[in-house]
C-alpha cells in the first residue's frame, strides 16, 4: 500500500459547484497535512496547512483532516474557473521529507 | 510572507553541459531546503533534502555525484546537474522551510531543464 493515495482525476465541474478533494494515508505518525495548489509549468503553492486533526477554512477553501480515519479532504465552494489547476496533497512528521499524493487535475467550467 | 525564488525558470542546454539551479529563500532563513524533480502529470520526487552547512542526504537511487548540492547559507541552495544528458530533462522545484518544529514548505517556481 502507498503512503500516500491521491485519486489523479481528471475531474471536471460547472462554475459555482462543490468541489471535494481527497487523500487517504497509511502512516499514523503523520502530523501536519497540507493542500498545494499547482498551474501549469508552475511550483506548487500552498493552499492550507493543518496540524493534527481537525477543520480548518480559509475564504472558500476548507480542509478536514480525520486522522482516526486516516482521511483528508480540501473542499473548494463557489468554484471558479481560476481554480482549475493540479491539487496534490502532502503530509508528513516533523523533520521528515513530505509525502505528496499524485495530485488531482480539476477543470472548472464557466 | 514566505517567498522562494528559483533560478533559472527554463534552461536549454546541450549535452555534457554542466547546469547549475539556485534557490533562495527570499524573506525568511530557511534551515532546511528540498529539491524535487517532477515529471509530465507526476507527482513531485523528492531527490534531496539539504540542510544548511552540511551534506545533502539523497533520496535512494538519486545519484549524488550528478545531481550536487550545496547549501551554502540560510538563504540559498543550488543543484548542479553535472553532465546533463537528455534523460535529465525534467522540471526541477526546491522548496524550503523555516526554522522551527512543523513549518510547512514553501515552493519556488520551478526550473524546467531541456537537454539537447
Known amino acids: 500500500q502507498k503512503e500516500v493515495e491521491q485519486d489523479p482525476g481528471p475531474l471536471s465541474v460547472p462554475e459555482g459547484a462543490i468541489v471535494s478533494l481527497n487523500c487517504t494515508y497509511s502512516n499514523s505518525a503523520f502530523q501536519y497535512f497540507m493542500w498545494y495548489r499547482q498551474y501549469s509549468r508552475k511550483g506548487p503553492e500552498l493552499l492550507m496547512y493543518?496540524?493534527?486533526?481537525g477543520n480548518k477554512e480559509d475564504g472558500r477553501f476548507t480542509a478536514q483532516v480525520d486522522k482516526s480515519s486516516k482521511y483528508i479532504s480540501l473542499f473548494i465552494r463557489d468554484s471558479q474557473p481560476s481554480d482549475s489547476a493540479t491539487y496534490l496533497c502532502?503530509?508528513?512528521?516533523?523533520?521528515?521529507?513530505?509525502?505528496f499524493g499524485k495530485g488531482t487535475t480539476l477543470s472548472v467550467s464557466s | 510572507g514566505a517567498v522562494v525564488s528559483q533560478h533559472p525558470s527554463w534552461v536549454i542546454c546541450k549535452s555534457g553541459t554542466s547546469v547549475k539551479i539556485e534557490c533562495r529563500s527570499l524573506?525568511?532563513?530557511?534551515?532546511?531546503m528540498f529539491w524535487y524533480r517532477q515529471f509530465p502529470k507526476q507527482s513531485l520526487m523528492l531527490m534531496a533534502t539539504s540542510n544548511e552547512g552540511s551534506k545533502a542526504t539523497y533520496e535512494q537511487g538519486v545519484e549524488k555525484d550528478k545531481f550536487l548540492i550545496n547549501h551554502a547559507s540560510l538563504t540559498l541552495s543550488t543543484l548542479t546537474v553535472t553532465s546533463a544528458h537528455p534523460e535529465d530533462s525534467s522540471f526541477y522545484i526546491c522548496?524550503?522551510?523555516?526554522?522551527?518544529?512543523?513549518?510547512?514548505?514553501?515552493f519556488g517556481d520551478g526550473t524546467r531543464l531541456s537537454i539537447l
Open positions: 522548496s524550503a522551510s523555516k526554522a522551527g518544529r512543523d513549518q510547512p514548505q514553501h
Open positions: 493543518t496540524y493534527s486533526s
Open positions: 502532502a503530509m508528513g512528521q516533523a523533520g521528515t521529507a513530505l509525502i
Open positions: 524573506d525568511f532563513q530557511a534551515t532546511t
